[in-house]
């Protein structure tokens, strides 16, 4: 799995919204976002997609890869 | 009109893992051999019940029940599947090669051990699906 940096947590708080508040509107389960917000799952694209608009954040400033 | 997949797993008892005791009948698969009636060749046919293993796995799917299938846990359960098909295909190979070659088994212990082996594949590999994932899903 390509190591990456999260920054869910922070624009999760931003748009004031819990973990699962977050999980029921993108469909997957809390541990899921718990594991998003520590880097330890890597998202599928629609997944990344849909929390992005979630928390209305670019992906790329969710999810930083390294180039 | 198409019938809707449900998004969740299904819910059992995890007691219902109890069941994988009856992968203990196939230890009767032993029988012919230590009474003598190995030429009755039907008889070897009880280590199948050593898939009867594979419902210890229920214990874990029962710890699971009414789980929200998302992505993780879709991507948790083909990897799970992917290294348990693979041990149990390792076991199944490498019991026939060696049986051929090393053990110069004769024919009837052969079939004995091939029919264990299947057995037990079977119920591994159902067991370990189950187990692994339930691993994947918990750890840190």
Redesign the interface.
């Known amino acids: 799995m390509p190591d990456f940096e999260s920054n869910l947590k922070k624009y999760r708080q931003l748009a004031g919204l819990t973990q699962e508040e977050l999980a029921q509107r993108v469909g997957v389960r809390r541990e899921t976002i718990v594991r998003l917000e520590v880097a330890k799952y890597n998202p599928s694209l629609k997944l990344a997609v849909d929390i992005s608009r979630a928390v209305g954040a670019p992906i790329e400033e969710i999810f930083v890869f390294e180039s | 009109m198409t019938k809707q997949k449900s998004q969740y797993t299904r819910t059992i008892s995890p007691k219902l893992g109890i069941l994988g005791i009856l992968g203990f009948v196939g230890v009767a698969g032993f029988l012919p051999k230590i009474y003598h009636i190995t030429e009755i060749l039907p008889t070897p046919t009880f280590f199948f019940f050593f898939a009867f293993f594979g419902f210890f796995g229920f214990y874990y799917e029962g710890k699971m029940s009414h789980?929200?299938m998302?992505?993780?846990?879709q991507a948790n359960a083909y990897r799970a599947m992917a290294i348990a098909n693979k041990f149990a295909l390792t076991l199944i190979l490498a019991a026939a090669i060696l049986s051929m070659s090393v053990l110069r088994l004769e024919a009837y212990d052969m079939l004995a051990l091939l029919i264990a082996v299947l057995g037990l594949a079977f119920g591994l590999s159902i067991f370990l699906q189950q187990y692994l994932l339930y691993r994947f899903?918990n750890e840190e």
């Not at chain 2, 998302?70 to 846990?73: G, I, P, S, T, V």
């Open positions: 789980t929200l998302d992505e993780r846990f899903e």
